[in-house]
């Protein structure tokens, strides 16, 4: 009996061993990361005191900070998102619940609130990564689809303060202290800060060395200034222009997606005023988003008009762009008088290289958020990383598979994603399950890129 | 690709076109005297209204920085700030600019040294009556 109970004991202290091996003590956060740190739990937790929506309401880290037809159906019928549904005083003219559940639509009224029932507009939330490199622009900072969405300086620090307003309000009345309270000084400083530090950190540099014919093409078509001409307004696959005389930071262009027909949220017979971009009375011009977190982020533009990557790189090739002020401009331009003109196999090869930077883009995040756990002093953060991680990683499958590309690669993120699942799973083996994972995914974008 | 002709096209059409501030004014309008993120205390004026002027639509303002001279254009926009008293905030007109009153501006691209000028925005703060 006693020999059992001393092989439990020496069983006991082996297994904490182990167990305490794993444990690193992590260095204490530096300001900045505190500050990103109460900035994550003011985009997640706080309501100010509203009806209840957070920042992460619309930008939900699990769903690559952007909210889609499919993610919004699995949500419960509770969720703030749909308080228009069951908040009496924010029944009429708030939202529109028949277009936010089909198509993900938001109603905004960036032209002003003194006739709700006529003057709004209806956008997609765009994503909330790599703002650190699409914010900044020559002409001051670039806020929402229009550039112009925040109140105050216009700067992304402000962004919440009109946020709150237009989206966390418990009446139409909108009332500062009653219907909700503003962000303070120090709150605006740390969501900034959480913000800017998601995603990307610094454009690439493209060419890259891709490995995959269909996506190697597509990356020269992209770049291509007489063919794709992509690269003019997104340079490096990002959200700057530059058209030979210097960086044009993040700028506004009309490029026509308000002439699209048949765009489907008007379909549905539902009043859908044309949006008239930035300013008030708008301009027409909408800015330039990044195309490194595209494929995996859609639908696609202001409006949610078109669903897939493909469809999004086709719209330059029809009539809505082409007879665009942008569109005209580059017909203007171009020796041929040709704006874009690209074939189906060309569209589909630029759609191919979008897919597969946004995956290594996915592998690069996925790598980080699994280093990350490694280093996590609290479990709550560890197992934030690895869920995060998990999502990444099924984009990255979801993304490849879609364009039918580099099942080599799909292969090895799929022994990625179940190592890093076993890893959150697990008490004892995290540490080597996240080293299999990290191994994997290293695999997977050697098959992408050199 | 003729890059000279394309800047004059498009950049000329847009980009150009939306230069300057790029601020959300229709919220704005919700937010009370002294609390706009990134301008109020930095980049406006808050004081009160010395004197008005008609004719000229212009507004002498005593803030505690010194004097300023708001000129009312067609651009713009009056609203008043009734958050103090619990209700919502109101579109206003020239002549809800009474003496007396405290009011912020927020100065059309404002220059160093200038005391005056267009004004961007105008909130008058409305008050309970004594």
Redesign the interface.
Known sequence: MYKRAAMIGVLVISLAGIGLSGCKMAPPPDRQSQLIAKGRDLFFNETFAGNGRTCGTCHPAENNFTIDAAFIATLPKDNPLFVAEFNPALKENFENPALMREFGLIQE??????DLKNKFVMRGVPHVLALRTSVQS???????WS?????????L??FA??AV??HFTKTL??????DFR??T?EE?DAMEAFQLSLGRQQDLVLPLRLKGTVPKRGQAIFLD??LG?CN?CHVNAGAT?N???GS?GN????TGVEDLPDQPARLTGKAVPRDDG???PG?R?FNVPPLVEAADSGPFFHNNAIETIEGAVAFYDGDSFNNS??G???K????RGVGIELDGTQIVAIAGFLRVINTLENIRQSIELLEASRAAAASEEKRRNLDRAIRETQDSIRVLEGGGLHPDAVAHLQEARRQTEKAARSVFFSRKHTGEAIREQKAARAFLAE | ???R???????G????????????????????IG??????G??TVIGKIQAVNARDQTVAIVAPAGAWNAKVTDRTKIWLD??SL????L?GTFADLRPGATVEVKPEGRQAGASGGPAEWIKVQVSASP
Not at chain 1, 173 to 178: E, L, Q, S
Not at chain 2, 5 to 11: A, D, E, R
Request: charged content about 20%.
């Open positions: 009224n960036l032209d002003g609130f003194d020559p002409a001051g900072p670039r806020t929402g550039g112009d969405g925040a109140p105050g300086d216009g700067s620090r402000s303060t009109g307003i237009q009345n909108r009332v500062p202290g009653v503003l962000p000084d605006l200034n007489k001409k003019l222009a058209f030979g005389g044009l700028a506004n262009f009309n930035f300013r008030s301009d011009t002020p942008a005209a401009a580059l203007k331009a171009d020796p | 690709m003729n890059v002709t394309f800047l004059v096209g498009v950049v059409m847009s980009a150009l076109v939306a230069a300057g501030a790029s601020a959300q004014e229709m919220t704005e309008r919700f937010i009370p609390q706009s993120p990134g301008l109020s930095k980049h009734r958050s619990r209700q919502p905030n579109k």
